[in-house]
C-alpha cells in the first residue's frame, strides 16, 4: 500500500522506475525503429531485424552478455547519427507510438506518487533522446538514461559516455539521493529485469513487475513485492481520472544517446555478433 501523502517534516522520497516492459508495454528503442527508418537513419534489413528483437523482447529477459552486447550494437548502430534529427523524428511520432502503450497501472502508481508527495524518476538504459520525451510525455520529475558522445559536426560518435545498466542505475539513484535529500530506505523502485536487482535493492519497498523468471526467483526470495501490469492505456483517456497535471521531465541525465534509441535490436545481434545499434 501506498503512503497517500507524505509527512514533509521527513527527508523527501522519490519513486524510480525502469520504463520498458515496467511503465511501457514494449521497448522504447524498438517502437521508434520504423520511424528511424522512414527518417533515414537505419535500412531495411534492420527493421525487419527489430520485429525479431522485439518478440525476443517480449519473450523473456536480457542477461549480463546481452546487455553489453546492446551496448556495443547501439553504438555501431547509430555512429554518424544526426542528434537534432534523431530528437525531431521522436518528437514527431512520440504520441502515436508511445501513448497507446502505456500501462494503466504504471500511470496510475505516478500519480499516487505524485499525489503523495514524492518524486518521480524514469531510470532507462534506452538513450536520453527517447526517454527523455517519453519521461515528460508521463509527468516524471528527472530522467535517468544513456548518454552517447556527440561531436562537433552534432553527429554521435559511437562511443558512450554514461551507460544507465545495472549497478549504474543503483549509483545514479543514490547520487540523486545525495543531491535531492531523498530517504532511499523510504524510496520506491519498479522494474522487470534481473539486470536491476542493484537498484531495486537500493531502496526500501522494491517491486519486481512483470517480472523475467530469474528476477521472480529473486524477488521470492527477498520477500519483495510483486505486480502484474497488464493493460495499456492511451493517457488522453485517463485525463478526466488525473488527480496531478503532468510535469516537465527535469533531465537528471545530461545530453541523450540516439544510439541506445534502437538499443533494442541488440536482442537479434545478440544471436549473432553485434555490429550496431
Not at 95 to 118: K, N
Not at 186 to 201: G, K, N
Request: proline share 5%; net charge negative.
Amino acid at each position: 500500500m501506498l503512503s497517500l501523502v507524505e509527512n514533509h517534516s521527513l527527508p523527501r522520497t522519490a519513486a524510480f522506475f525502469d520504463l520498458d516492459k515496467t511503465v511501457i508495454a514494449k521497448s522504447s528503442t524498438l517502437t521508434f525503429s520504423k520511424s528511424f527508418y522512414q527518417g533515414g537513419l537505419i535500412n531495411r534489413r534492420a527493421v525487419l531485424r527489430t520485429a525479431y528483437a522485439q518478440f525476443v523482447f517480449l519473450a523473456g529477459g536480457a542477461d549480463h552478455d546481452q546487455m553489453e552486447r546492446m551496448r556495443e550494437y547501439l553504438s555501431a548502430l547509430c555512429r554518424g547519427w544526426n542528434v537534432q534529427l534523431v530528437k525531431e523524428i521522436v518528437a514527431e511520432t512520440l504520441h502515436d507510438l508511445i501513448d497507446p502503450i502505456i500501462y494503466d497501472e504504471a500511470a496510475t502508481l505516478i500519480e499516487e506518487h505524485h499525489t503523495a508527495g514524492r518524486d518521480v524518476v524514469i531510470v532507462s538504459t534506452s538513450g536520453a533522446e527517447v526517454v527523455e520525451p517519453i519521461g515528460e510525455l508521463l509527468g516524471a520529475d528527472r530522467v535517468v538514461a544513456t548518454r552517447m558522445v556527440v561531436g562537433d559536426n552534432g553527429c554521435f560518435t559511437g562511443e558512450v559516455e554514461y551507460y544507465a545498466y545495472g549497478p549504474t542505475k543503483a549509483e545514479a539513484i543514490k547520487e540523486l539521493a545525495e543531491s535531492e535529500g531523498y530517504d532511499l530506505a523510504r524510496c520506491y523502485a519498479y522494474s522487470d529485469s534481473i539486470t536491476d536487482v542493484p537498484m531495486l535493492a537500493s531502496v526500501g519497498h522494491p517491486h519486481a513487475v512483470n517480472p523475467d523468471r530469474a528476477l521472480r526467483r529473486e524477488a521470492i526470495a527477498r520477500g519483495w513485492t510483486i505486480l502484474d501490469f497488464h493493460r495499456p492505456v492511451r493517457l488522453k483517456q485517463r485525463l478526466p481520472a488525473l488527480s496531478v497535471p503532468p510535469r516537465p521531465a527535469l533531465v537528471a541525465a545530461a545530453a541523450i544517446g540516439a544510439a541506445a534509441a534502437t538499443a533494442g535490436l541488440v536482442w537479434y545481434a545478440s544471436k549473432r555478433r553485434p555490429t550496431v545499434v
